[in-house]
């Protein structure tokens, strides 16, 4: 059973940076793709960011492109959400996920196990 556990999230103020990370357990995730997903207060759950099993391809939403980075540490079994000058719509629960029968995927109904969350607040 994949245990994925997010930490990082926090309050911030606009124009901020924090960085986000997702240990995983129970599996060797060399070969899946990894995510990070957010959802806002009404919203439908989204993709951020989307990381290859070696890390050489990535994909970042339109409104967190130039802003946010995501990586991975295979050896650590991490994933990494760098996110800098954030803004008050950035505010939402973010979600690691892997997509465990996928190299590489951005649509989210690939990604078969998730994290609990953490909540980014960031305010004007």
């Known amino acids: 059973q994949v245990q994925l556990v997010e930490s990082g999230g926090g309050l911030v103020q606009a124009g901020g940076s924090l960085r986000l990370s997702c240990a995983a357990s129970?599996?060797?995730?060399?070969?899946?793709?990894m995510g990070w997903f957010r959802q806002a207060p009404g919203k439908e759950r989204e993709i951020v960011a989307a990381i290859n099993r070696s890390g050489g391809n990535t994909y970042y939403a339109d409104s967190v492109k130039g802003r946010f980075t995501i990586s991975r540490d295979n050896a650590k079994n991490t994933v990494f959400l760098q996110m800098n000058s954030l803004k008050p719509e950035d505010t939402a629960v973010y979600y690691c996920?892997?997509?465990?029968?996928?190299?590489?995927?951005?649509?989210?109904?690939?990604?078969?196990?998730w994290g609990q969350g953490t909540q980014v607040t960031v305010s004007s």
């Open positions: 996920a892997v997509a465990s029968k996928f190299y590489y995927t951005v649509s989210d109904v690939d990604y078969d196990y």
């Open positions: 129970g599996r060797t995730l060399n070969n899946d793709a």
